[in-house]
């Protein structure tokens, strides 16, 4: 394209419009307010403080605080993938997942947890009470697990699935892996 910079050929025009939308001061880049302003949970509320600026800090490589285009389009490939594992153990389409389809989805990610602690991460991620979670917080918590377990493997040298830890390095893989 001639007179396109090399950012805007790269990205899908689609996108391209969804970023002009989102940021509504027109800086060229997006914050955490001006992304949770544009997603909706499915529940006809915005995904959470917590989930944009989480996403936020995954993609901004500057550490801003901030997004530009390209950060954001590797962001909107990472919700619509989000998204489709989401819909793929929502069997009942009711835009929450309950604890036997977070159960589900975790298992098919490899990971074996109990009845019991699928229950805490329910209720740890849904303040509400509703025994089930949206979508943002289905991603924070994937991430938050993943973090962990990126965490948790560095230190299993032995492959065994135990560690021992001391207190101030079990405090900055906490304070790491928190959003």
């Not at 989102?22 to 302003?37: C, H, P, Q, W, Y």
């Not at 989401?86 to 947890?113: C, K, P, V």
């Not at 025994?131 to 991603?139: G, H, K, V, Y």
């Amino acid at each position: 394209m001639y007179g396109a910079s090399d950012t805007q050929a790269q990205v899908n025009p689609e996108v391209q419009q969804w970023f002009a939308a989102v940021d509504r001061d027109g800086s060229g880049r997006i914050t955490a307010m001006e992304l949770k302003a544009a997603l909706a949970n499915g529940q006809g509320g915005t995904f959470s403080d917590t989930a944009c600026t989480l996403m936020i800090g995954m993609f901004d490589k500057e550490k801003s605080g901030t997004i530009d285009l390209l950060e954001f389009q590797a962001l909107y490939n990472y919700i619509n993938a989000w998204l489709s594992v989401f819909r793929g153990f929502d069997h009942d389409n009711s835009g929450n997942i309950q604890e036997s389809e977070l159960s589900a989805a975790l298992t098919q990610m490899g990971y074996r947890l109990s009845p019991e602690f699928i229950s805490f991460l329910i209720k740890k991620s849904d303040p509400t009470g509703h025994s089930s979670i949206t979508i943002d917080q289905f991603i924070v918590l994937c991430v938050q697990i993943q973090r962990f377990t990126d965490a948790f493997r560095v230190r299993d040298t032995n492959q065994s699935g135990e560690i021992s830890i001391g207190f101030e390095d079990f405090l900055g893989v906490a304070l790491n892996c928190s959003v």
